[in-house]
């Protein structure tokens, strides 16, 4: 593909991000919307009791002629309404709160019936939380006659969509332009940016289920485009990550080294495809940007103490990317199979690893509990593959600091899996789907779960488990490509490159 983006290209984006009522997909795969789902859950749990952000908003707002709408409807169902939300309130986590409305909203079909798009079991863990306020949403839709309020107030969401609308067309042409290929590469698969104006101020809450990837963003004064360019380059690039896992592997042992920095988050630390992903977007979003090679070197210094340990390396390659006509899907391989594992280990060697949270996270960071901190090492005793080390600190945790802990069940749960003790493990990986909210314990507990039913040759059970885990391994390179291949053949069955803790 040219360098230059076509024509053609900026067409295709114009009509996909217009604010027009026919809302469909372009050959672009990118989506700028109002979601009605989206807008009526909430509008729902408004009038059920979520204040949050409430006092930012302007006499005559959106949000506030919604809510006085809602009011003066004073539909019959509403004490029902207000019970089921303070009893699921996320009182600590006003973001949290409004997420696990936002999560089940995208699993939703169209207004009235607001049919799950998944079996319940598939739900994500936030959303399935609260699946239980759609009976009273559909109810409430009909006693407030929200269909009548949608078509009052989707002018709003119009005005709200266009305000966004030449800026990220720009910045999407400008990020395929560097890239050198359009998104319209991934048939079958979207990125929705969807605009709502129930939520608190300032929200952008990402999520990927499936094959798709959303972006949720709430009122705010300053346009939240780094943060849809942010998911749009996940969007471009997890694919590729996926694709050459097998080039990935033969590079994995630096992540020995990243494991070492304190700051950098679990995730990363499990998934070198997810690490390799981080550490390019991060140089992406430099050279799109045209930052001054000295401030860049800077902040890749930065990015490299807190445990992102081949930005320097892609900064490089994304110069000499500039400099020839490849695009990145067919750059990408050579690019990672070009990194010198032990040229980068003498060259991180004398990295220091930064032990706080980056400069601009303003408020002071909390002392590790021995809760985190018998957590931490029984990670750490894991990855070196002291296995009854890591067993005892896991114990300790549930025993005697927290026993729903879903960091320690599923650690006991990976631990007993490579100890070949399949009866405990998979005791401990039910435990963990029944009580682990974080997305990557929950894929590959359903991962783990089918590979056991495989063994066992109950290959319905497993398909199902792998199925499940489809639904949010997409964001976790290694777990989609577990996934899909326990979907296309038994585990057990060939060689599998996919042990240890995932």
């Known amino acids: 593909m040219p360098r230059v983006t076509s024509c053609l290209m900026v067409a295709f984006l114009a009509m996909v991000l217009a604010p027009a009522p ?15 789902q989206i807008f009526c859950i909430l509008a729902a749990v408004n009038a059920a009791g979520y204040d949050a952000g409430i006092g930012f908003s302007a006499p005559g707002d959106t949000r506030q002629v919604v809510r006085e709408y809602l009011q003066a409807q004073n539909a019959p169902i509403l004490p029902q309404l207000k019970k089921f939300y303070a009893d699921h309130q996320v009182k600590d986590d006003p973001a949290k709160d409004l997420g696990q409305y936002i999560s089940l909203a995208l699993m939703v079909g169209s207004a009235p019936d607001f ?10 863990p936030d959303a399935r939380d609260v699946v239980g306020i759609l009976p009273l949403v559909r109810t409430f839709y009909t006693q407030t006659r929200m269909l009548f309020l949608w078509s009052r107030i989707q002018k709003k969401y119009d005005e709200a969509t266009e305000r966004y609308t030449d800026a990220v067309r720009q910045d999407i042409v400008l990020t395929e332009a560097y890239m050198r290929f359009p998104s319209s590469s991934y048939l079958g698969r979207t990125y929705a940016i969807y605009i709502d104006l129930m939520g608190a101020p300032e929200q952008a809450q990402a999520r990927i289920y499936g094959l798709n990837y959303y972006l949720v963003i709430t009122p705010s004064q300053a346009l939240k485009l780094n943060e849809i360019r942010f998911q749009y380059l996940h969007f471009l690039l997890d694919p590729l990550a996926a694709k050459y896992g097998a080039n990935l592997d033969q590079k994995a042992a630096l992540l020995t080294i990243a494991r070492q920095a304190p700051t950098l988050g679990l995730d990363f630390k499990d998934d070198f495809g997810l690490l390799v992903t981080e550490c390019l977007i991060r140089v992406v ?10 401030d860049a070197q800077k902040q890749l210094d930065d990015m490299t103490a807190q445990g992102l340990i081949l930005v320097h390396y892609f900064y490089d390659s994304l110069l000499a990317f500039e400099h020839q006509d490849a695009t990145m899907t067919t750059y990408y391989r050579p690019m990672v199979d070009a990194i010198d594992v032990h040229n980068e280990q003498r060259r991180l060697f004398a990295v220091h690893f930064a032990t706080k949270p980056p400069a601009a996270v303003t408020h002071a960071a909390p002392a590790q509990t021995e809760e985190q901190r018998l957590l931490d090492q029984g990670d750490n005793q894991f990855f070196q593959g002291k296995y009854p080390e ?4 896991y114990h300790a945790v549930l025993e005697n600091d927290n026993p729903n802990s879903e960091r320690a069940i599923y650690g006991l749960a990976v631990v007993y899996a490579n100890m070949r003790k399949p009866d405990l493990a998979e005791e401990y990986f039910e435990k963990s789907l029944a009580t682990a909210h974080d997305l990557r314990i929950v894929t590959w507990s359903h991962i783990y779960l089918g590979r056991l039913n495989d063994l066992n040759g109950k290959r319905d059970a497993a398909i199902a488990q792998y199925h499940a885990a489809l639904v949010t391994a997409a964001a976790y390179p290694m777990a989609l490509r577990a996934a899909q291949s326990g979907m296309q053949t038994p585990f057990g069955s060939q060689p599998d490159g996919q042990q240890g803790k995932q």
């Open 390 to 393: 890591a067993k005892a600190a």
């Open 285 to 294: 979003e430099l050279r799109i940007n045209k930052v001054p090679p000295g």
């Open 22 to 36: 026919a809302r469909s997909q372009s050959a672009a795969n990118v989506l700028l919307e109002p979601n009605e």
């Open 115 to 124: 049919k799950l798009t998944v079996p319940d079991a598939e739900l994500p």
